[in-house]
């Protein structure tokens, strides 16, 4: 029965390893996700920004016409 219970013991902690490595690397790429979801979210209200910028600088970029004397 000892050699039994080692085995067990054995093969308790070998799971205790892997479900550890496992849980590590849920949580490691739990972080990544929030990340790049904080980066595109911070991308999407900077490009709004910059196209707000841009429809409003238009008018300023074409020159006015000069008035001809006839």
């Given at each position: 029965?000892?050699?039994?219970?080692?085995?067990?013991?054995?093969?308790?902690?070998?799971?205790?390893?892997?479900?550890?490595?496992?849980?590590?690397?849920?949580?490691?790429?739990?972080?990544?996700?929030?990340?790049?979801?904080?980066?595109?979210?911070?991308t999407?209200?900077l490009?709004?920004?910059?196209?707000?910028?841009?429809?409003?600088?238009v008018?300023?970029?074409?020159?006015p016409?000069k008035?001809?004397?006839?």
């Amino acid at each position: 029965m000892t050699e039994n219970s080692k085995s067990r013991e054995q093969a308790e902690i070998a799971f205790s390893k892997t479900q550890t490595e496992y849980l590590a690397r849920s949580r490691t790429i739990s972080e990544i996700d929030e990340v790049a979801a904080d980066r595109d979210a911070k991308t999407a209200r900077l490009r709004e920004l910059r196209l707000e910028k841009e429809a409003n600088a238009v008018p300023q970029l074409t020159k006015p016409k000069k008035a001809t004397k006839r």
